[in-house]
């Protein structure tokens, strides 16, 4: 209400309009129109509700998120959030950042609002974090002061607001690539929460790493790196760290440009100020000002400034490059290559006169020399160091030297050299060029071979600065040492029981020569062998004895002294004498051990045996020709009619048998066939193969149509040491030309055999008579039962054929079925088209 001032004249208001004007209101916190408004004069009065009366209050729009970088797992990451303003001003205030909801986006311990529109001015309170996953990740921070933020006049939506500018940092980006999603931003009161365009979130990999030196790749330029490699996705510009490989130096280097490719001459601005790029080690990193949005494809980072190594042009070795947080390459590339290097290679020992074990020998080191060629260079190659492998057990001794040195061009320093078990070490004085792509090779003399094989080892070869380090490629075994291998046994006689057995040893010498010592023989010890006290060898060659043999156990010299049989061995049985002579160099060996007593009634397998000479020792080996013969029938026994299948009365089959015999001790076989074969109907009948025997004065008889001997067998048993076969009691022998019979039933083959001789018994009275016994061993002949070599199509039908025209009683036909013959005058109706059917077999 406003009062005329006391003796003030009121002016009289003319017909017309009007307006009064009302300072330092105070409007209300909503926004909305303020409804009635009641203006008085004295007694008149004018109410009504004003059409422009509405409070207006900020109004954001929409807002936009641009991220520093948008790759995936990178920490702090900056965000500038653009707002369109409508409405009102914003005036300084509370401001609040929702992150779009997931669990892996987060704020840094120390986020913070870096600006705000320019120049509020934050409150004394820190920022308050919360980073709860799945409820709510938010930054909030007040300002006190500051400019207000004006809106644009322009009616929303028609026209876009005031555009500013919030900047946060502190951000974690999640490592996951997608579109992030709604963001919340509250200013005040003033509140939205939008979903913007562009806060994509990349995922990028960095592979394909390729090291490229230039201008210069020879050992100890001072050059750059040209580090190349693809990147999958979109990369913002972040900060860069190279690792480079030990051998390089960087003390000077630095990191001169970083993503100059693609057209942009310019590339990454790189920040060069100390705190920002340095070189520490093998470490150079750099900070990025600015740049763009690099996309997939091939990018380069250069490397200004480092040292290659001198002397090493071997594998330089990893290297790794980082962009930012997340994206980190560790490869080592094929492409680092240092030249004009002098490489050594294919490193290979010998011996002279041979490696033999124990010996005082020369050792011969050769290898290649490539991409440059070996130079005598006062400080770089003017020692030649030698550090053998300990574990190859090759030593040095102190009459080691140096001799013809790269074929006698290297002299070296007047005076000793350096000498360790397992070092050799000596300064040259002059030497000649050895040309890459070369061989070449030096000598160190009486070097001390170890007194068994050891593994080669790694030797570290070094002529001055260039290096070799490797085993060599010809030997797995420095020392050679003799092996005994393949050894066999056979007994004579092998009839259990016998108790006067002499053993043939049959074993082989490898590698190297077998000097004489101490020679142990191990039977196995579960055969139940009995080495009698006067058991002795024989046989080996120029090798004298020395002292007497030790025999273990102390067994006594009759039989009649075992108990129950035997001498109740614990663990050992064997026979042991030293031996001076001759060397053995390798190859095949036999020797003849008598004087033992094989078990009773071991028809099994004896066991495992071992020869051992001196510190040499074969393996403990089950020999396939120490088996006793045992008694047994002809077992087992397999026959095959060839080919199979075939019809009855066939005339020209091929039959193959199969079996193993209990003894060798025959000179004679006997194969019977089944009643009604017939061997030689149509041709005679042949031993086409034969295994197992020998037949050379063979005599094949046939004493009954279906039985077949072979007489005078020159030799059984053919599976010897020279000869191996799985089973040398096994023999094979394939017969043609046999007639089948009418049987097609199961018939019965069997095997057997004897030995025979002629003698004479009427002193030239009469002629010499045959005379056969069976082997001891020899139960008896084997039988087997078969179908699968008998014919086939057997039936009474055609089991005749037309013999002749009797003048009495007409057509008369011989027949057989099933191994009975008979004849018939009349075939059955029945029969006759059957019988006709089939004349080729009649």
Same mark, same amino acid.
């Given at each position: 209400?406003?009062v005329? !001032?006391?003796?003030?004249t009121?002016?009289?208001?003319?017909?017309g309009?009007?307006?009064?004007?009302?300072q330092?209101?105070?409007?209300?916190?909503?926004?909305?129109?303020?409804?009635?408004?009641?203006?008085?004069?004295?007694?008149?009065?004018?109410?009504?509700d !004003?059409?422009?009366?509405?409070?207006?209050?900020?109004?954001?729009?929409?807002?936009? *998120?641009? +991220?520093?970088?948008?790759?995936?797992?990178?920490?702090?990451?900056e965000?500038?959030?653009?707002?369109e303003?409508?409405?009102?001003?914003?005036?300084?205030?509370?401001?609040?950042? +929702?992150?779009p909801?997931?669990?892996?986006?987060?704020?840094?311990?120390?986020a913070?609002?870096?600006?705000?529109?320019?120049?509020?001015?934050?409150?004394? $309170?820190?920022?308050?974090?919360l980073?709860?996953a799945?409820?709510?990740?938010?930054?909030t921070?007040?300002?006190?002061?500051?400019?207000?933020?004006?809106?644009?006049?322009?009616?929303?939506?028609?026209?876009?607001?005031?555009?500013?500018?919030?900047v946060?940092?502190?951000?974690?980006n999640?490592?996951?690539?997608?579109?992030?999603?709604?963001?919340? +931003?509250?200013v005040?009161?003033?509140?939205i929460?939008?979903?913007?365009?562009?806060?994509?979130?990349?995922?990028?990999?960095?592979?394909?790493?390729?090291?490229?030196?230039?201008?210069?790749?020879?050992?100890?330029?001072?050059?750059?790196?040209?580090?190349?490699?693809?990147?999958?996705?979109?990369?913002?510009?972040r900060?860069?760290?190279?690792?480079v490989?030990?051998?390089?130096?960087?003390?000077?280097?630095?990191? /001169?440009?970083?993503?100059?490719?693609?057209?942009d001459?310019?590339?990454?601005?790189?920040?060069?100020?100390?705190?920002?790029?340095?070189? $520490?080690?093998? +470490?150079?990193?750099?900070?990025?000002?600015?740049?763009?949005?690099?996309?997939?494809?091939?990018?380069y980072?250069?490397?200004?400034?480092?040292?290659?190594?001198?002397?090493?042009?071997s594998?330089?070795?990893?290297?790794?490059?980082?962009?930012?947080?997340?994206?980190?390459l560790?490869?080592?590339?094929?492409?680092?290559?240092?030249?004009?290097?002098?490489?050594l290679?294919?490193?290979?020992?010998?011996?002279?006169?041979?490696?033999?074990?124990?010996?005082i020998v020369?050792?011969?080191?050769?290898?290649?020399?490539?991409?440059?060629?070996?130079?005598?260079?006062?400080?770089?190659?003017?020692?030649?160091?030698?550090?053998?492998?300990?574990?190859?057990?090759v030593?040095?001794?102190?009459?080691?030297?140096?001799?013809?040195?790269?074929?006698? &061009?290297?002299?070296?320093?007047?005076?000793?050299?350096?000498? /360790?078990?397992?070092?050799?070490s000596? #300064?040259?004085t002059?030497?000649?060029?050895?040309?890459?792509?070369?061989?070449?090779?030096?000598?160190?003399?009486n070097?001390?071979?170890?007194?068994?094989?050891?593994?080669?080892?790694a030797?570290?070869?070094n002529?001055?600065?260039?290096?070799?380090?490797s085993?060599?490629?010809?030997?797995?075994?420095?020392a050679?040492c003799?092996?005994?291998?393949?050894?066999?046994v056979?007994h004579?006689?092998?009839?259990?029981?016998?108790?006067?057995?002499?053993?043939?040893?049959?074993?082989?010498?490898?590698?190297?020569?077998?000097?004489?010592?101490?020679l142990?023989?191990?039977?196995?010890?579960?055969?139940?062998?009995?080495?009698?006290?006067?058991?002795?060898?024989?046989?080996?060659?120029?090798?004298?004895?020395v002292?007497?043999?030790?025999i *273990? !156990?102390? @067994?006594?010299?009759?039989?009649?002294?075992?108990?129950?049989?035997?001498?109740?061995?614990?663990?050992?049985?064997?026979?042991?004498?030293?031996?001076? /002579?001759?060397?053995?160099?390798?190859?095949?060996?036999?020797?003849?051990?008598?004087?033992?007593?094989?078990?009773?009634?071991?028809? @099994?397998?004896?066991?495992?045996? #071992?020869?051992?000479?001196?510190?040499?020792?074969?393996?403990?080996?089950?020999p396939?020709?120490?088996?006793?013969m045992?008694?047994?029938l002809?077992?087992?026994i397999?026959?095959?009619?060839?080919p199979?299948?075939?019809?009855?009365?066939?005339?020209?089959?091929?039959?193959?048998?199969?079996?193993?015999?209990? $003894?060798?001790?025959f000179?004679?076989?006997?194969?019977?066939?089944?009643?009604?074969?017939?061997?030689?109907?149509?041709?005679?009948?042949?031993?086409?193969?034969?295994s197992?025997?020998d037949?050379?004065? @063979?005599?094949?008889?046939? !004493?009954?149509?279906?039985?077949?001997?072979l007489?005078?067998? $020159?030799?059984?048993?053919?599976?010897?040491?020279?000869?191996?076969?799985?089973?040398?009691?096994?023999?094979?022998?394939?017969?043609?030309?046999?007639?089948?019979?009418?049987?097609?039933?199961?018939?019965?083959?069997?095997?057997?055999?004897? @030995?025979c001789?002629?003698?004479?018994?009427?002193?030239?009275? &009469?002629?010499?008579?045959?005379?056969?016994?069976?082997?001891?061993?020899?139960?008896?002949?084997?039988?087997? #039962?078969?179908?699968?070599?008998?014919?086939?199509?057997?039936?009474?039908?055609?089991?005749?054929r037309?013999?002749?025209?009797?003048?009495?009683?007409?057509?008369?036909?011989e027949?057989?079925?099933n191994?009975?013959?008979?004849?018939?005058?009349r075939?059955?109706?029945?029969?006759?088209?059957?019988?006709?059917?089939?004349?080729?077999?009649?």
């Open positions: 209400t406003v005329s !001032p006391s003796g003030g009121p002016g009289r208001i003319p017909q309009r009007m307006s009064i004007q009302m330092n209101l105070v409007l209300p916190d909503d926004c909305s129109n303020i409804g009635n408004i009641t203006l008085g004069f004295g007694p008149w009065t004018v109410k009504g !004003p059409m422009l009366d509405t409070i207006r209050c900020p109004l954001i729009a929409k807002i936009d *998120v641009d +991220l520093a970088t948008h790759v995936w797992g990178e920490k702090n990451v965000a500038t959030i653009t707002i303003l409508f409405d009102a001003p914003l005036n300084p205030s509370e401001i609040k950042v +929702l992150l909801p997931g669990d892996d986006i987060e704020w840094a311990s120390d913070a609002i870096a600006n705000a529109f320019a120049d509020w001015v934050p409150s004394a $309170s820190l920022p308050t974090i980073n709860y799945d409820i709510e990740r938010s930054l921070q007040g300002f006190a002061s500051g400019t207000p933020v004006m809106p644009n006049a322009s009616a929303y939506p028609f026209h876009s607001g005031n555009k500013t500018q919030i946060v940092r502190g951000i974690n999640p490592i996951h690539c997608t579109q992030l999603g709604n963001w919340t +931003l509250k005040g009161n003033a509140r929460d939008y979903d913007p365009m562009n806060d994509m979130i990349f995922c990028p990999n960095i592979t394909a790493l390729d090291v490229q030196f230039t201008p210069s790749a020879n050992q100890s330029a001072l050059t750059d790196a040209l580090i190349s490699f693809n990147v999958s996705d979109w990369v913002d510009p900060w860069i760290m190279v690792y490989p030990q051998p390089i130096d960087t003390t000077r280097a630095y990191i /001169g440009s970083a993503m100059v490719d693609n057209g001459a310019v590339g990454w601005e790189l920040n060069y100020d100390h705190q920002n790029s340095y070189a $520490s080690g093998q +470490l150079i990193r750099v900070e990025v000002t600015s740049g763009r949005r690099i996309a997939a494809g091939r990018h980072i250069e490397l200004k400034n480092i040292t290659l190594p001198r002397g090493n042009c594998d330089l070795g990893e290297w790794t490059i980082q962009i930012g947080d997340s994206l980190r560790h490869e080592n590339p094929p492409s680092d290559v240092v030249e004009n290097c002098v490489i290679e294919e490193l290979e020992i010998n011996f002279t006169p041979d490696g033999e074990q124990g010996q020369d050792m011969v080191i050769s290898y290649n020399v490539e991409e440059a060629s070996l130079r005598y260079v006062p400080g770089d190659s003017d020692y030649i160091t030698v550090r053998a492998a300990p574990e190859s057990g030593q040095f001794t102190s009459d080691s030297r140096f001799s013809s040195v790269m074929g006698g &061009s290297w002299i070296t320093e007047v005076g000793n050299p350096q000498i /360790g078990a397992y070092f050799f000596q #300064k040259f002059t030497g000649g060029m050895v040309p890459f792509h070369s061989r070449t090779e030096f000598t160190i003399t070097v001390q071979m170890p007194t068994t094989c050891y593994a080669t080892g030797w570290d070869i002529i001055g600065i260039w290096r070799l380090v085993t060599p490629a010809n030997k797995t075994s420095l050679e003799p092996k005994i291998t393949n050894l066999e056979i004579r006689p092998n009839v259990p029981g016998t108790e006067l057995v002499e053993a043939e040893v049959l074993f082989h010498v490898e590698d190297m020569r077998l000097r004489p010592g101490a142990k023989f191990d039977f196995p010890a579960e055969s139940d062998i009995t080495l009698w006290t006067f058991a002795y060898v024989h046989g080996l060659w120029d090798w004298q004895p002292g007497t043999p030790a *273990v !156990p102390e @067994t006594p010299l009759h039989h009649h002294d075992l108990v129950d049989g035997h001498s109740h061995p614990d663990d050992e049985i064997s026979w042991t004498q030293t031996f001076t /002579g001759t060397p053995l160099e390798p190859g095949n060996y036999s020797f003849f051990l008598k004087g033992f007593a094989l078990p009773h009634n071991n028809c @099994t397998d004896l066991g495992h045996y #071992k020869l051992a000479v001196g510190k040499w020792s074969s393996l403990w080996t089950n396939t020709y120490d088996t006793l045992c008694k047994g002809i077992s087992p397999n026959v095959t009619m060839v199979r299948n075939l019809p009855r009365n066939y005339d020209n089959a091929s039959f193959v048998f199969d079996f193993v015999v209990p $003894s060798c001790e000179n004679e076989l006997e194969i019977v066939f089944p009643e009604g074969f017939t061997l030689g109907r149509l041709y005679p009948t042949e031993v086409v193969r034969v197992g025997m037949i050379t004065t @063979t005599e094949v008889v046939m !004493p009954a149509a279906n039985i077949l001997q007489r005078n067998i $020159s030799h059984t048993c053919f599976g010897t040491p020279d000869h191996p076969s799985d089973d040398w009691r096994s023999h094979s022998i394939e017969l043609s030309n046999v007639g089948l019979g009418n049987n097609c039933d199961e018939g019965t083959f069997s095997v057997n055999t004897r @030995t001789a002629m003698m004479d018994r009427s002193f030239g009275l &009469s002629a010499p008579v045959r005379i056969c016994t069976k082997s001891e061993m020899n139960d008896g002949a084997g039988y087997v #039962k078969s179908t699968e070599a008998m014919p086939k199509y057997c039936d009474l039908c055609n089991s005749c037309w013999e002749m025209n009797h003048p009495t009683l007409g057509p008369v036909y027949c057989e079925y191994g009975l013959k008979f004849q018939k005058t075939m059955d109706e029945t029969c006759s088209e059957t019988q006709a059917a089939s004349p080729m077999l009649w």
